[in-house]
């Protein structure tokens, strides 16, 4: 026993106690930081809403207020917060919106682009930020996309809500966000926030009604100076600032648009005029795309929706078809649609078209969804290639969708059609050869749809959906295409929400994961703790003299009462 015992000693004097005392500190160390990470990530995990996740910006793809409504009434936005710090909430005049851009810009030299297409009458530049992951580079079916603000020079707030709107992608971009990422990534996005700076500068801040640069520096209107379906000889007098925009729709093929306005609250859609020139519902060919895509701003903004706006204009859904409202003969959108294949609504953001720039954070907060929302919007329908068995695409070949309007291939031979999900019908014409087919839009996605020209014979080459990666892809990044009635969009509403939810619900099972994760750790630590103290404590009566029966004695008889 005794020698048992001699040996158990000579054991652990090996160990100094000063060594054993250093991995006790160590261990308390690892504790406390084990235990710090526990509370955090319980504390992550339970509480959705102060959740340290959106304040340190790392998910903000979560924080996304969709259509959930829940944030709606009061335009507050989980996921602006902090971000907005580096915004710059006053207003823009020439020179500083170049500034500004050129800050985006130097913040996000990879995915911008400043270009001009063209100079005003009095010699400003009509400056576009172009953001994509390869600015200024064609991508075979990634749509080009544009938002153009200011055309009225003083209907401001389309300017100042396309620069944050830009500096808020680029932060955004840089700090990770899917969401942002996707988009971006996807697209090709042209942002003009000023098609009249000539008559921006002798607008005035706080004019809320008048016409106090409206017109361009020719005192021209350039929402009535474009080409008219109706009205012949519309186009006399055209302007600089038109002619560059028509000659804009020439380089790129614009899928989807929206042209910025103030002085009420409402998005408006084709046709802006009828032959008739009454106020009466003048329907376009393509009524229920343009429907959808005017919903999709107002539905994300909380008040456009409701249609009742301070400005005394009451709109059924806050949308409204153009002639409907009054009838505007040149005007943009009209053109756009009928003469470039853009689809393009115009929007009218608040009832002040030159606001006080105090209120300008508010009016971000408030369109910012709206914004994002309708960008989306381009990557809904059909799209594809028309080309020969080469490969080479084919320009300007008539191709149609039910009794839509027909639109024709771009210089690649591309064509991208918006339309809602269901059956379409395709009839595409190339020379003598024509080809009637069908096509299903899905719910969420694009359909691709490609065709090949083949001396007599057009065949629809590869029709298909997006797989299944792609289409999860699509679904939580583009989840936005089932807004409809406040009425009917009970539906839709739910499933917006249930992709928030299903975010939110992804986060939580990371967190399980990581909480279990760090249970676990928790368990083995203290277990190693209490086996590093008794092997301390034991050295330490070793050291001062003790055997091990005696160490076991003292503590029996220590224990007796
Ligand atoms: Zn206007």
């Given at each position: ?86 915004m710059e909430?006053?207003?823009h005049?020439?020179?500083a919106m170049?500034?500004y851009l050129?800050?985006i ?24 930020m ?19 603000g ?8 389309g300017r100042e809500l396309l620069l944050y709107l830009l500096d808020y ?22 942002i003009?926030p000023s ?169 971000w ?197």
């Amino acid at each position: 026993m005794i020698s048992k015992n001699l040996n158990k000693t000579k054991i652990l004097k090996k160990y100094s106690v000063s060594l054993l005392d250093r991995y006790l500190q160590m261990w308390k160390i690892i504790t406390c930081n084990l235990l710090f990470l526990f509370i955090t990530v319980y504390s992550t995990s339970t509480d959705d809403s102060s959740s340290t996740i959106y304040r340190t910006g790392k998910d903000k793809s979560t924080g996304t207020v969709y259509s959930t409504g829940k944030d709606k009434s009061t335009g507050k936005d989980k996921s602006t917060g902090k971000d907005n710090s580096t915004m710059e909430f006053f207003h823009h005049n020439y020179e500083a919106m170049y500034k500004y851009l050129q800050t985006i810009h130097s913040k996000c030299p990879d995915i911008t682009r400043i270009y001009s297409i063209g100079k005003t009458n009095e010699n400003r530049e009509l400056y576009v930020m172009e953001m994509s992951d390869n600015p200024g580079e064609h991508e075979l079916l990634e749509p080009n996309f544009k938002y153009i603000g200011n055309m009225h020079g003083n209907e401001v707030l389309g300017r100042e809500l396309l620069l944050y709107l830009l500096d808020y992608m680029c932060d955004e971009y840089n700090k990770g966000n899917k969401e942002i990422t996707n988009l971006v990534d996807n697209t090709r996005i042209h942002i003009m926030p000023s098609m009249n700076p000539d008559g921006y500068e002798i607008a005035r801040e706080g004019d809320c009604t008048s016409v106090l640069g409206r017109a361009n520096g020719k005192y021209v209107d350039l929402n009535r100076n474009f080409p008219d379906q109706y009205v012949p000889g519309s186009d006399l007098n055209e302007q600089p600032e038109t002619k560059d925009i028509i000659a804009w729709l020439t380089q790129f093929q614009f899928v989807l648009s929206a042209n910025l306005h103030g002085g009420s609250l409402v998005a408006n859609y084709p046709f802006d005029d009828n032959k008739a020139m009454v106020e009466v519902y003048s329907k376009s060919a393509d009524d229920d795309v343009f429907v959808k895509l005017a919903k999709t701003y107002s539905f994300n903004h909380p008040e456009m929706y409701k249609g009742e706006s301070t400005c005394g204009d009451k709109f059924k859904d806050g949308i409204t078809n153009g002639a409907k409202w009054y009838c505007v003969s040149g005007g943009m959108q009209d053109y756009n649609y009928l003469r470039a294949n853009t689809m393009e609504i115009t929007v009218e953001l608040d009832c002040c078209k030159y606001p006080d720039h105090s209120l300008l954070e508010k009016f971000w907060k408030e369109h910012k969804t709206s914004l994002l929302e309708y960008m989306k919007m381009v990557h809904i329908g059909v799209k594809g290639v028309v080309k020969y068995p080469n490969g080479t695409g084919i320009p300007n070949v008539k191709i149609n969708f039910d009794k839509r309007y027909p639109f024709q291939t771009g210089p690649y031979g591309e064509y991208f059609r918006l339309l809602l999900p269901g059956e379409h019908k395709v009839y595409i014409e190339y020379g003598k050869n024509k080809l009637r087919t069908d096509v299903k839009v899905p719910k969420h996605g694009t359909t691709i749809m490609n065709f090949i020209v083949d001396g007599d014979t057009i065949t629809s080459s590869y029709a298909r959906h997006m797989n299944e990666v792609e289409l999860a892809e699509k679904k939580s990044v583009f989840s936005n295409t089932d807004i409809e009635s406040k009425d009917t969009n009970t539906a839709s509403s739910d499933t917006n929400s249930a992709a928030t939810k299903k975010r939110h619900t992804g986060r939580s099972d990371n967190l399980a994961a990581a909480a279990v994760i760090v249970t676990i750790g928790c368990i083995v630590c203290v277990l190693a703790g209490i086996v590093l103290y008794r092997k301390v404590k034991e050295l330490r009566a070793v050291d001062k003299g003790y055997s091990y029966d005696k160490i076991e004695t003292e503590k029996f008889i220590s224990e007796e009462p």
